[in-house]
């Protein structure tokens, strides 16, 4: 038999970068789950509390869609626990090894955003909480705002190495 | 050479030197200065030789619209031609030269053009070069490149950084003079999201030349104002869809050594809910013999250099104006002690005002300008006869033209004002407005207030209350405008367009001809075309084919304004969008498993793909890709199918939803089962194909071909969004969350049985089950399903894509004693050839499944789905269209190429007697001769005809024979071991 498979985070060889007014990392590869159908943000909140999930962030992504994203993984019993827990019309699909987070934040996090996104990334038009499905250049991110000056980009995985490195160049 | 510079005044800094060289010379300036600037200063008044006739050339204008001073800077990689020396700012190590001259400027044999110039006139090309008619392209269009010409790109990469970025805004102004300060300046003071774009280095614009007080104050209050973001050296060249705005900044176009951290060029995408424009006006030359002498200039332009910079391009000036700019310029010059020789106004009375000393020469003209590489003396002709005035500098100034481009970039058009004598774009369009001289105001107070006034307005219409304008309009007072094309009686040459050497006759010739139509003289003549775009010379010209043609300009009209508004370099355009990010690579994630096993990768759209694995000793591809190709029939390999497009289908009408998209029939697949499904598109014809299983009543598994993942996905959303929104289905792609690996060959079972919990033998998981199976002893979990593409026993695992390399390198040390071997996308085309297999090689857009073999498959007890109204054409049924079958070489030994046409045997190689074309084609290594696949009329009911394939681009013929398509193994005892 062999070995016990192990999960290798694709972005793993990349450490944080901090720049002037920019700080740029990659997330753990916990969880991210992609909910559609027929319920609410506060149900689902209410929910993912319920088990046990009071740390994982819930991002509207769409009509009657959302991710709901943490940095711990989740085995498949705590996974098929939620499934179940879901009401009726409203179905998950796990994405945490499809989608990877990185982290962006700093004073010049939306000036180095703007160079990728056409979203007004402007307090008054995109607050704390706020999330779109845009392009940075010519990949497709899922774009949060988590703080005042902080933002995380949830990409596929396939693109995430490439958009690391045109985030790394924009940050230098 | 001299000095011009005046020992007081001007916007320079005179604690500072510059030095610069033009030519190779080196000179000096100050900060403040531009290229052209600085030249004057250094009395360089000749700066390059025109484009058809190669005559001296000197400085016209001060800003933009320049279309005589453009020269090459910088060097290597840097060098960059055609710039406007009126828009360089000046700075340290600068290296300009001048162009379109040999062996130098001074002296240059190109000028002997001049003397041809009674042949070189209007459709001089269309006429003169029809014959030989080869010759054009080969002799002809090459000669006349060479000798006319603009500057030459230079061939070394570009070492500078460029980017692009998005700006949003509740007002953008374009243009920072009079009205377009005042116009920030009140929606600033309002709390509105404010840009403030200008092209020049410094903002103020004619305000800059006017030395008025109030610009100092507007400009600190702007400064103070955090929701005021100013952009000086920025050129706003577009105005699109949704009121969207390009824009380019000169982010270090004026430092002698670029940070390499910054871009040079930054091009700004600006979303703006409202925006002003506020460009202001353009002077318009005045036509008469000689205009184009180095030393003649606007008048506006010489101004602008003696306020700006306080140089005097001339020791002693004329002015030849038709309104006040030019009594402006007269007075400015001799409050700065340079002397004036005469004002010369055609019109009957001359401005009332002038206090000056200079004499005014009222109802008279400039016939002629003398002096070859700088300006001697001017012959005036008025009612009190002719005199001839000796004079080194001429301002002229013959009205104003609003400068509207942007306004008409999205299809308005300029429309005819006989009191303004120019043309102006409607005012007011939806999101933006035209405020100042743009739309035909004069005085600076008429300009301050209209900017605040409409800038209150625009905002109004957003939703701001009670905007205050931070200035009151107030009139102009200037008089009604009369229009004055050119000076009758000209002896010289009286040129209209100076960047195309367009001169007065070519027009009259044009309209002779018959090409009086403003879009047929344009291309007649040349008048307006080139990097300036006719700036200054298309509004004379409009004005001249009217007058020749006898009608108003309102009804010659104007030629098209399209973006950019002036040039905009490649750099800015692709932004960081080179070397390794010209496009985003996308990685499998088996990527890194595929590369520590050797392999050599193949991008597949923005893909990489593992294409084949070579091994020690292998010499080319296909020794590597016939070594794969045999193993896997003998005893196994692993091959990364990630890239396939994945898609799980939520909901309980996800049943319903699939038997409607797929032309077979979805809705009794049990659970637990894979089927392969032909998608088509409304007309019939397939679109993409697939394996969908059914991992649970409400859950489907599809997946797509590579290229089409994302469409498949669109298609999928479009259908459940707009044609069934009763259906209650959802869709997520998955193609990211799994790895997924392809097992295929007789041992392949016997390896994952090392792998998966699970029982898998055939009795237990038959050909097409598809389901969750534990993995590693319940430590992992992954998808399986027993499909093939190869046509051997195979099986396709997916894992979540983190789990990728280790469960890969797992597979592989439990196969080594198997013999496996990694395979890659050139094995697996291999395999599937011989198989018989399509891909989107043979679903080319005009199959139907019935042309590739599926026609049984075709549901006829489905009520509907997507394509089968039109797949019952008649057409589309047709017996003699092109379907699948084999092809192979009646010689082993020989070959053929996929592309290449069938024609029957003994049939002229004609494209009349094309009968198909291979689709795909390989050499088999299990069969020993290549084979291939092939769309052929009748295809299947001419099996064992005898053939000729025909590849009319290499010319090579090859007798072949129809055969099956399948190869491999047609009974199906593999697939189903």
Same mark, same amino acid.
């Given at each position: 038999?062999?070995?016990?498979?192990?999960?290798?985070?694709?972005?793993?060889?990349?450490?944080?970068?901090?720049?002037?007014?920019?700080?740029?990392?990659?997330?753990?590869?916990?969880?991210?789950?992609?909910?559609?159908?027929?319920? *609410?943000?506060? $149900? #689902?909140?209410?929910?993912?509390? @319920?088990? +046990?999930? /009071?740390?994982?962030? !819930?991002?509207?992504?769409?009509?009657?869609?959302?991710?709901?994203?943490?940095?711990?993984?989740?085995?498949?019993?705590?996974?098929?626990?939620?499934?179940?827990?879901?009401?009726?019309?409203?179905?998950?699909?796990?994405?945490?090894?499809?989608?990877?987070?990185?982290?962006?934040?700093?004073?010049?996090?939306?000036?180095?955003?703007?160079?990728? *996104?056409?979203? $007004? #990334?402007?307090?008054?038009?995109? @607050?704390? +909480?706020? /999330?779109?499905?845009? !392009?940075?250049?010519?990949?497709?991110?899922?774009?949060?705002?988590?703080?005042?000056?902080?933002?995380?980009?949830?990409?596929?995985r396939s693109f995430a190495e490439a958009l690391y490195s045109e985030l790394e160049e924009l940050a230098a | 050479m001299s000095n011009h510079r005046l020992s007081t005044g001007g916007r320079i800094d005179r604690t500072r030197t510059i030095k610069f060289s033009f030519d190779g010379k080196a000179l000096t300036g100050h900060p403040g200065d531009t290229l052209a600037s600085a030249l004057l200063a250094n009395g360089i008044q000749l700066v390059g030789r025109s484009f058809k006739y190669h005559r001296p050339r000197g400085i016209l204008t001060a800003g933009a619209a320049e279309p005589n001073a453009l020269v090459t800077t910088g060097a290597g990689g840097r060098t960059e031609a055609n710039t406007r020396a009126t828009m360089i700012e000046l700075h340290d190590g600068l290296i300009a030269r001048s162009q379109n001259r040999w062996p130098s400027l001074a002296f240059d044999i190109g000028a002997a053009n001049g003397l041809l110039s009674p042949f070189l006139s209007a459709g001089f090309y269309y006429k003169t070069f029809m014959w030989p008619a080869g010759f054009w392209e080969k002799v002809y269009e090459p000669l006349i490149r060479n000798a006319a010409g603009l500057g030459k790109a230079t061939y070394e990469a570009d070492?500078?950084?460029?980017?692009?970025?998005?700006?949003?805004?509740?007002?953008?102004?374009?243009?920072?003079?009079?009205?377009?300060?005042?116009?920030?300046?009140?929606?600033?003071?309002?709390?509105?999201?404010?840009?403030?774009?200008?092209?020049?280095?410094?903002?103020?614009?004619?305000?800059?030349?006017?030395?008025?007080?109030?610009?100092?104050?507007?400009?600190?209050?702007?400064?103070?104002?955090?929701?005021?973001?100013?952009?000086?050296?920025?050129?706003?060249?577009?105005?699109?869809?949704?009121?969207?705005?390009?824009?380019?900044e000169r982010v270090q176009k004026h430092v002698a050594l670029p940070d390499p951290h910054q871009p040079v060029e930054r091009f700004w995408r600006i979303i703006a809910k409202q925006a002003i424009l506020a460009t202001g006006a353009e002077e318009r030359p005045l036509v008469f013999g000689g205009n184009d002498i180095p030393g003649v200039m606007m008048a506006s332009a010489m101004r602008s250099y003696l306020n700006r910079q306080a140089v005097a391009p001339g020791k002693r000036t004329v002015v030849f104006?038709?309104?006040?700019?030019?009594?402006?310029?007269?007075?400015?010059?001799?409050?700065?002690?340079?002397?004036?020789?005469?004002?010369?106004?055609?019109?009957?009375?001359?401005?009332?005002?002038?206090?000056?000393?200079?004499?005014?020469?009222?109802?008279?003209?400039?016939?002629?300008?003398?002096?070859?590489?700088?300006?001697?003396?001017?012959?005036?002709?008025?009612?009190?006869?002719?005199?001839?005035?000796?004079?080194?500098?001429?301002?002229?100034?013959?009205?104003?033209?609003?400068?509207?481009?942007?306004?008409?970039?999205?299809?308005?058009?300029?429309?005819?004002?006989?009191?303004?004598?120019?043309?102006?774009?409607?005012?007011?369009?939806?999101?933006l407005t035209i405020a100042g001289a743009a739309s035909g105001h004069a005085s600076t107070s008429a300009c301050l207030g209209d900017g605040a006034r409409k800038a209150a307005e625009a905002l109004a219409a957003i939703g701001f209350a009670r905007v205050e304008p931070t200035f009151l309009s107030a009139d102009d007072t200037q008089a009604a405008a009369t229009p004055f094309w050119y000076v009758k009686g000209s002896k010289g040459k009286a040129f209209v367009d100076y960047q195309n050497d367009v001169h007065l006759k070519d027009l009259g010739l044009a309209v002779r001809e018959g090409y009086g139509d403003v879009e047929l003289a344009k291309r007649y003549t040349t008048n307006g075309m080139a990097t300036d775009q006719g700036k200054l010379s298309n509004i004379n010209a409009i004005g001249i084919l009217a007058e020749a043609r006898g009608v108003s300009p309102a009804e010659v009209g104007t030629t098209t304004f399209r973006p950019f508004y002036t040039p905009v370099s490649f750099g800015a355009l692709t932004g960081t969008s080179r070397a390794k990010h010209f496009q985003p690579a996308r990685k499998s994630p088996l990527h890194e498993w595929a590369k520590k096993n050797g392999a050599v990768f193949v991008e597949t759209?923005?893909?990489?793909?593992?294409?084949?694995?070579?091994?020690?000793?292998?010499?080319?591809?296909?020794?590597?890709?016939?070594?794969?190709?045999?193993?896997?029939?003998?005893?196994?390999?692993?091959?990364d199918a990630s890239t396939l497009g994945k898609i799980e289908i939520f909901g309980k009408d996800a049943a319903t939803f699939l038997d409607r998209v797929y032309c077979n029939g979805f809705a009794k697949l049990p659970v637990g089962r894979a089927r392969y499904g032909i998608m088509l598109r409304e007309d019939g014809l397939i679109y993409d194909d697939g394996t969908t299983s059914r991992l649970s009543e409400d859950h489907f598994f599809m997946t797509t071909t590579t290229a089409l993942a994302a469409g498949v996905l669109t298609h999928l959303e479009f259908c459940a969004q707009t044609l069934w929104p009763e259906l209650e289905v959802h869709f997520a792609s998955s193609t990211d969350q799994w790895a997924q690996m392809a097992i295929a060959g007789p041992k392949s079972r016997a390896i994952l049985s090392e792998i998966v919990d699970e029982d898998i033998s055939d009795a237990a998981f038959p050909f097409m089950s598809a389901r969750t199976v534990s993995l590693f002893g319940g430590n992992?979990?992954?998808?399986?399903?027993?499909?093939?593409?190869?046509?051997?026993?195979?099986?396709?695992?997916?894992?979540?894509?983190?789990?990728?390399?280790?469960?890969?390198?797992?597979?592989?040390?439990a196969g080594a004693k198997h013999d496996i071997c990694a395979y890659g996308a050139e094995a697996l085309g291999v395999l599937r050839i011989e198989k018989g297999h399509v891909t989107h090689a043979e679903i080319n857009g005009t199959v139907t499944p019935g042309d590739l073999g599926f026609g049984r498959m075709v549901s006829t007890t489905k009520p509907d789905f997507i394509g089968k109204a039109m797949l019952t054409r008649e057409g589309m049924q047709a017996a003699d269209r092109p379907r699948l079958v084999g092809v192979k070489p009646i010689n082993p030994e020989t070959s053929f190429r996929t592309g290449s046409h069938i024609l029957a045997d003994g049939a002229a190689a004609t494209l009349e007697n094309d009968q198909g074309y291979v689709t795909s084609s390989c050499f088999s290594p299990n069969l020993g001769h290549t084979i291939g696949l092939a769309l052929i009329n009748n295809g299947p009911e001419r099996l064992g005809e005898k053939v000729m394939i025909w590849n009319g681009l290499r010319n090579e013929f090859t007798e072949g024979v129809i055969c099956s398509p399948v190869f491999i193994d047609p009974e199906n005892e593999k697939l189903h071991a």
């Open positions: 038999m062999p070995d016990f498979p192990t999960s290798r985070p694709v972005l793993a060889g990349k450490s944080a970068r901090h720049g002037k007014g920019i700080t740029l990392e990659a997330l753990p590869e916990g969880h991210v789950l992609q909910v559609m159908g027929a319920t *609410t943000s506060a $149900d #689902l909140r209410a929910l993912l509390d @319920s088990a +046990g999930l /009071t740390g994982s962030a !819930l991002r509207p992504a769409g009509y009657r869609q959302w991710y709901a994203v943490g940095d711990t993984p989740l085995d498949a019993q705590a996974l098929q626990a939620i499934v179940t827990a879901l009401p009726p019309g409203t179905y998950l699909s796990d994405q945490s090894h499809g989608r990877v987070r990185i982290r962006l934040s700093g004073t010049r996090a939306t000036e180095l955003l703007s160079k990728g *996104t056409a979203v $007004d #990334l402007h307090d008054s038009a995109f @607050s704390v +909480g706020h /999330t779109a499905t845009t !392009l940075f250049g010519h990949i497709s991110v899922h774009l949060s705002r988590t703080g005042e000056t902080e933002f995380e980009l949830t990409v596929l | 070492p500078d950084a460029y980017e692009k970025c998005w700006a949003h805004c509740d007002l953008l102004v374009i243009g920072a003079g009079p009205a377009g300060l005042a116009a920030a300046l009140t929606a600033g003071r309002a709390g509105a999201r404010v840009l403030l774009a200008d092209e020049g280095f410094a903002l103020g614009g004619s305000l800059l030349t006017d030395g008025d007080a109030t610009l100092t104050t507007i400009l600190a209050e702007l400064d103070a104002l955090p929701n005021v973001q100013c952009l000086p050296r920025t050129t706003v060249i577009g105005w699109y869809d949704d009121n969207v705005f390009g824009a380019v104006t038709t309104n006040d700019a030019g009594y402006r310029a007269a007075a400015d010059l001799e409050a700065a002690g340079v002397d004036v020789a005469a004002i010369v106004d055609p019109r009957a009375r001359s401005d009332a005002g002038w206090q000056g000393k200079a004499k005014v020469l009222a109802n008279s003209c400039i016939v002629d300008a003398a002096g070859g590489k700088a300006l001697r003396s001017v012959h005036i002709a008025g009612a009190s006869g002719t005199q001839t005035i000796e004079a080194d500098a001429l301002a002229m100034s013959g009205g104003w033209s609003p400068i509207i481009h942007l306004a008409c970039h999205r299809g308005a058009k300029p429309v005819w004002s006989e009191r303004h004598a120019a043309f102006l774009a409607p005012e007011r369009q939806e999101g759209g923005l893909w990489y793909r593992s294409a084949w694995f070579p091994r020690a000793g292998e010499t080319t591809w296909r020794e590597s890709v016939d070594r794969e190709v045999l193993n896997i029939r003998k005893n196994a390999g692993l091959c992992l979990e992954g998808r399986l399903f027993r499909i093939s593409f190869s046509g051997e026993l195979a099986y396709e695992l997916g894992v979540p894509a983190g789990y990728a390399e280790s469960v890969a390198d797992a597979i592989m040390q």
